[in-house]
């Protein structure tokens, strides 16, 4: 089964720290994306990347930055991290545009 | 705007039950529909998808009905079982290269009580 790994399951970081969430899958997979999940939001999508070194924004990329420096990594940086970035942040990977998403287990960030 | 309504926001079903979510769409080029199952603590998972080249797909308990005509998918799941509370997500995507993305509903929180 493919693996997605988030590194960190909780984090507490202060105002205005850079944050850095790491993601990993095992599979070989061309397309990872991070999502952030609040009550009654639903899932945002917040980047994606079709490849290495290659990125998009989603729908709320502000606040946010992504790096994809090799196929199975995908991080997502808060460049100043805001009380308001407070949420459950989920990394996913499809290994093709017409495929299912795998899911990591989430990080729950708090910002204080 | 949300291209994807899903219904209700919660729900509960006794066991034994069938348990019954419901999508609608408005972009008629959506041609891949999913579900997916999330529970406490976990990232959501592929449970079932369809195309819309069928109108049933049916996989052990879960079944997802499609009416392209009405716009509308929704998923069935029979003889709820307590292990089947978790979030629902019902979800719609178009072809669209590298940038196929999901449009996802709200998600919908099934409890089945014993």
């Known amino acids: 089964d493919v693996k997605v790994t988030q590194s960190s399951r909780y984090l507490v970081k202060r105002t205005g720290e850079k944050v850095f969430l790491e993601c990993v899958q095992d599979m070989d997979h061309e397309n990872m994306f991070w999502y952030r999940q609040d009550p009654g939001l639903g899932l945002r999508l917040i980047y994606f990347s079709y490849d290495v070194k290659m990125k998009e924004k989603g729908d709320i990329p502000e606040g946010y930055s992504v790096s994809r420096e090799k196929k199975e990594r995908f991080s997502l940086i808060l460049e100043s991290a805001s009380t308001n970035q407070t949420s459950m942040y989920l990394c996913a990977s499809r290994e093709d545009p017409s495929g299912g998403y795998t899911f990591g287990s989430g990080t729950r960030l708090t910002v204080v | 705007q949300q291209q994807v309504k899903q219904s209700p926001q919660s729900l509960i079903v006794q066991k034994g039950g069938i348990s019954i979510i419901n999508c609608a769409y408005e972009?008629?080029?959506?041609?891949?529909f999913p579900w997916y199952q999330q529970f406490p603590g976990k990232g959501p998972a592929l449970l079932i998808a369809?195309?819309?080249d069928v109108s049933e797909k049916k996989e052990g308990r879960f079944t997802i009905s499609f009416n392209k005509s009405a716009k509308q998918f929704s998923l069935h799941i029979m003889d709820s079982q307590p292990g089947d509370s978790a979030t629902y997500f019902c979800?719609?995507?178009?072809?669209?290269?590298?940038?196929?993305?999901?449009?996802w509903g709200l998600g919908t929180s099934l409890a089945v009580n014993p």
């Open positions: 972009n008629t080029a959506f041609d891949y």
């Open positions: 979800a719609a995507s178009c072809n669209a290269g590298n940038n196929r993305k999901l449009i």
């Open positions: 369809i195309r819309p």
